[in-house]
């Protein structure tokens, strides 16, 4: 069945969630060591909604991101010393240190310029489309957002004109703050819309709600949604609707919860405390491993070697990274034009 | 050779990079504005129909767009129409287009072209008579060009197309009935090559855009009196021919900066600063600028006429560096 | 009378909400005295010297664009000029409903907005060209008539860019617990202006007293706005933001002002936002100068010409016996001649002199 998740893709998509979530945890560390000290933001807790959406695309398709980017570049493939020196701001990063956490971005990895700027990525990624329209090889291109870039007046100029001229551009927006809105929790969304997907369908344009904790069942809806793209229909809205991980929700991102211990997957006495009821039923990676296991896709000593592998993976990194120069400080003024 | 006049060369220049380069892509439709001439983009229209998108009005998207498209390997020409108008575009322009190539460690190209028409048109009031590009030259990474002439803007237009950069090409309305000769078939101008417009010994004269042909009419006066003005026209003020400007000022001693920006912190300003800076010791007399007074454009005609930058107030500024 | 009249109930001249006393709570009185008064059904409609006034308005607006039609055309005056002539209904109605202290913001086709809110035709005249005595000096022009004293926040030559200024009139009404409202004026063409929608998710999360009125005359500038426009239902950009949202006959007066009454009374009320899309005709072009208008459909100006809104309220005046011809024939007289004065009054008033630029750049 056209969206069924093989057992092949399943595995390699809860990899790339292990990837993203050891990646932040190795952001943290480093911050904590003090290696940098700029504001940074954690893609933990919404994991499975950038996994699955990697997953279905091709190499020739391209996504644009946010400040909140980090799973997205690694979960794409992107090398990951390479990313971690550019967070660190040395020279062998991606951006030779000049874009940082905020604007961390990988061309070969089929992404576009970073963007900070809360709803830019948007119009971004439907000029993109209409590049790759243009193109005519049936490329599609996927804006990741939050919430919060629907309060913005380009994200609907974008999407009017991506409706009106069919583009090949799924808008995912990771609703990562649902029933927000209190003031001074930093994670307020602020939008008078009974549902996100009002918006987008106001300008017609087809619109789906999934829950973004539940790798299959993004999968599923982006399956569907890049199909349709890519047979040139117009384009397509998903809602994938997450829980705040707890780490978040201070000005600074914090392990709150701790580091995640794969093992609470299948040992339920070891969830305790405070953020039990994340770890239990929000945190996407442990739930997808539970999954997994049931499913007899993977057993537990294949998902503790997979976090092995990845977790090996990220101290290489981290020792690229430190080692990595800082750039010369006259290349500041250098790569202003092309 | 031919003669022809400033929108039918700009329109010549956009056909044929159109024509020669099927990534090219046109947003917006007018171009020429509200001109009478813009029946002259018939042509194109006719030509490239399934290149051309016609937008709804919203500034801030088909900025965006066109950046997103570039970076994305289309070349994007768009029409953000009155100069005035790229404000409600701002943050693509200015935070996405300009910084992206450096922000990503030149990962990026963006190769976009923002097309506007600025200036003082007559009754345009406070919100369609900006001359932005000094603010936008205060954004590292946009290409700014000002095309003073036919030969020029269709010269300059093909290069703009061509640039890997991000242009803000910047057109006078005015300028559209404007004659002169222009080469045929495809030549383009490089950027950051000044032009001498006129030759002279006396003063120089650094004007941009349409300010460029009033300093010349102002220089043609002077000639009568025996004054010869030396008029240099940048063509481009990203990046900006210095050593052009340096060579005439060691020249004549003597400078004068006319533009249509404000007073303060304008393009006239800037290129004052870099002559005091760098050849102060062949400067006979301080440095004048004539640009528009520090108040927003008012309606009445009287009081536009009043702060623009005309020939008599070239002509005056000639005579008072002089002594 | 229009089928939509038959459903509204009017405030009587004295019952009006009245800002001034700055009582929040008496709209929601009001409201409820009047609920009690609802007159029988054939009666319902505004009293007769209001539907007078209305009519008055709408030839006055009518007259004004006809006499800067022929300015422009005479070259005396500078810029360009977009009539407003077919619209008059949508100001004439939506303006009958509310105070001078509520505040209304404009777009470049904004005379009728300014007359309909109580702007003198012969300030309005010095403006369009250019004269001392205008409303803004002669520095705004046609397209930045304001006028503070009747509440006009100003015509805004930037598509949308109104939209934020009465909705930001409407905010500090609610901080300084008044109950005037705002009033956005705005065409098809700022639908797909992104401050819009940013406008409205702010307007209903804080439940501001706005009404934005979209204006569709079809067309923005030269481009019909359905090419540029997604989505089936333009009324649904508002109901996304959970704005109550409604289609409106812009070619009836009343049929405008009944829903803008309603509209006013919410807001007044402390209910919040309400979005209308009154479907309307531009009887010219883009502005003055576009005589051609080739981008219109063959016979499309003469079909929305027979829904004239002037002749559409005259007719039903007399023929619900409300008022004599004759009634009707002296205001019209009447208007010419404020017309005709106010355009001389202008033509003999005083350029500015240069020592008016830098008057104003900043305040004192």
């Known amino acids: 069945m056209k969206g069924e998740l093989s057992r092949d893709k399943a595995v390699s998509i809860f990899e790339r969630m292990v990837v993203m979530r050891r990646f932040e945890e190795m952001v943290v560390r480093l911050f904590e060591e003090k290696h940098f000290f700029s504001h940074y933001h954690l893609y933990i807790g919404q994991e499975a909604t950038g996994a699955a959406v990697i997953e279905v695309l091709g190499p020739a398709d391209l996504t644009l991101t946010t400040h909140r980017n980090h799973g997205h570049v690694v979960g794409r493939g992107a090398d990951l010393g390479k990313a971690l020196a550019e967070i660190l701001g040395r020279s062998d990063g991606f951006c030779g240190g000049r874009g940082g956490t905020l604007h961390l971005t990988d061309r070969s990895s089929g992404f576009l310029s970073t963007s900070a700027v809360v709803g830019n990525c948007v119009g971004l990624a439907t000029g993109a489309a209409y590049a790759l329209k243009q193109a005519g090889k049936g490329n599609v291109s996927v804006a990741f957002f939050g919430d919060a870039a629907l309060e913005e007046g380009v994200a609907f100029e974008s999407m009017n004109m991506a409706a009106l001229w069919s583009l090949p551009v799924l808008y995912l927006c990771e609703n990562n703050s649902p029933g927000a809105g209190g003031w001074g929790s ?34 599923g809806a982006v399956v569907e949604a890049v199909a349709r793209l890519r047979e040139g229909h117009s384009p397509v809205f998903i809602e994938a609707i997450t829980e705040r991980w707890p780490g978040s929700v201070p000005l600074w991102p914090e392990l709150i919860p701790g580091a995640t211990d794969m093992t609470m997957a299948w040992d339920e006495t070891k969830i305790t405390g405070e953020h039990a009821d994340w770890i239990r039923n929000h945190d996407p990676v442990l739930r997808f491993a539970r999954d997994l296991i049931a499913d007899t896709v993977l057993t537990q000593a294949k998902v503790l070697a997979i976090d092995k592998r990845v977790n090996d993976r990220m101290e290489t990194a981290r020792t690229f990274a430190i080692a990595s120069p800082l750039p010369k400080p006259e290349s500041a003024i250098e790569g202003v034009f092309a | 050779m031919t003669e022809m006049n400033y929108a039918e060369a700009l329109v010549d220049g956009l056909y044929i990079s159109m024509d020669s380069d099927p990534r090219v892509s046109l947003i917006g439709r007018h171009v020429l504005g509200l001109s009478p001439l813009r029946y002259l983009m018939e042509r194109i229209r006719d030509a490239f129909a399934d290149r051309i998108l016609n937008p709804p009005v919203s500034e801030a998207g088909i900025a965006s767009l066109g950046v997103g498209a570039a970076m994305a390997g289309a070349r994007p020409f768009v029409d953000i129409a009155t100069a005035s108008f790229v404000f409600e575009a701002w943050p693509q322009v200015v935070n996405e287009a300009a910084n992206a190539h450096h922000m990503s460690g030149g990962q990026f190209t963006v190769p976009v072209v923002f097309h506007m028409l600025h200036g003082l048109r007559g009754g345009g009031s406070a919100q369609h008579s900006h001359s932005p590009q000094a603010m936008l030259w205060n954004c590292p990474g946009l290409e700014i060009v000002l095309p003073s002439s036919p030969r020029d803007v269709k010269g300059l237009i093909r290069t703009a197309v061509k640039s890997d950069n991000p242009t803000v090409f910047i057109v006078h309305s005015k300028l559209f009935t404007l004659k002169g000769d222009v080469p045929e078939g495809d030549y383009e101008i490089p950027f950051g090559q000044a032009d001498i417009k006129r030759e002279g010994g006396d003063v120089t004269v650094v004007a941009t855009s349409l300010v460029v042909q009033k300093a010349l009419e102002a220089a043609n006066a002077l000639s009568q009196e025996g004054i010869e003005v030396e008029v240099v026209d940048p063509r481009t003020i990203v990046p900006l021919d210095k050593e052009a400007i340096l060579r005439s000022v060691a020249k004549t001693g003597r400078l004068v900066v006319a533009d249509e920006c404000n007073l303060s912190c304008g393009v006239a300003s800037e290129i004052a600063a870099i002559v005091a800076e760098y050849a102060f010791e062949s400067l006979k007399a301080p440095i004048l600028r004539v640009a528009r007074p520090d108040v927003p454009v008012s309606f009445s005609a009287p009081l536009e006429d009043y702060i623009t930058p005309t020939p008599e107030k070239i002509t005056a500024a000639v005579r008072k560096v002089l002594g | ?19 001034e006393h700055g009582n929040p709570d008496k709209g929601v009185i009001n409201l409820t005295v009047m609920v009690e008064k609802k007159v029988k059904r054939k009666d319902r409609h505004p009293p007769v010297d209001k539907l007078l006034k209305m009519y008055r308005e709408m030839l006055t607006i009518r007259a004004f664009e006809e006499r800067a039609g022929e300015l422009y055309a005479s070259g005396a005056m500078p810029g ?25 913001a404009s777009h470049h086709r904004g005379h009728g907005h300014c007359i309909a809110k109580g702007a003198r035709v012969d300030l309005m005249f010095a403006e369009l060209l250019g004269r001392l005595p205008g409303y803004c000096r002669g520095k705004g022009g046609s397209m930045h008539i304001a006028d503070p004293l009747t509440g006009n926040l100003g015509t805004t030559g930037i598509v949308g860019g109104g939209i934020p200024i009465a909705t930001g009139a409407a905010l500090s009404s609610k901080l300084r617990r008044t109950t005037q409202v705002g009033v956005c004026f705005f065409g098809d063409g700022a639908l797909n202006q992104g401050i819009l929608f940013e406008t409205m998710n702010l307007a209903s999360i804080w439940k501001l007293p706005v009404i934005l009125v979209c204006e569709n005359n079809l067309y923005g500038e030269f481009t019909a706005s359905d090419t540029v426009t997604a989505g089936k239902q333009y009324t649904s950009r508002g109901q996304a ?92 007289e009447e208007v010419e001649a404020l017309v005709q004065e106010g355009l001389e009054f202008a033509q003999n008033a005083p350029e500015p002199g240069p020592d008016e630029l830098m008057k104003h750049v900043y305040a004192e």
């Not at chain 1, 969304?189 to 069942?217: N, W």
């Not at chain 3, 038959?6 to 009245?18: C, R, T």
């Not at chain 3, 407003?84 to 509520?102: H, P």
Request: charged content about 25%; hydrophobic content about 40%.
């Open chain 3, 1 to 19: 009378m229009p089928a939509s009249c038959n459903q509204v109930v009017f405030f009587e001249k004295g019952l009006l909400v009245d800002s």
């Open chain 3, 241 to 332: 933001f959970s704005i109550p949202s409604k289609e409106v006959d812009g070619m009836d007066v009343l049929a405008v002002h009944q829903v803008a009454d309603e509209a006013v009374r919410k807001a007044r009320a402390g209910k919040g936002p309400t979005f209308f899309v009154c479907n309307t005709y531009r009887f010219k072009g883009h502005h003055a100068g576009d005589q051609k208008q080739s981008y219109k459909r063959e016979q499309e100006t003469e079909e929305w010409t027979r829904k004239d809104p002037i002749p559409r309220l005259s007719q039903w005046l007399l023929s619900k016996k409300l008022v004599d011809r004759s009634i009707l024939s002296k205001i019209e």
């Open chain 3, 80 to 104: 360009l000029v977009h009539l407003y002539s077919g619209q008059e209904a949508v100001a004439v109605g939506v303006c009958a409903a509310l105070n001078t202290d509520d505040y209304i």
């Open chain 1, 186 to 219: 930093f994670t307020s969304s602020v939008i008078a819309a009974k549902k996100l997907t009002d918006i987008p369908e106001s300008l017609g344009i087809l619109s789906r709600q999934v829950d973004g904790t539940d790798a299959k069942a993004v999968y």
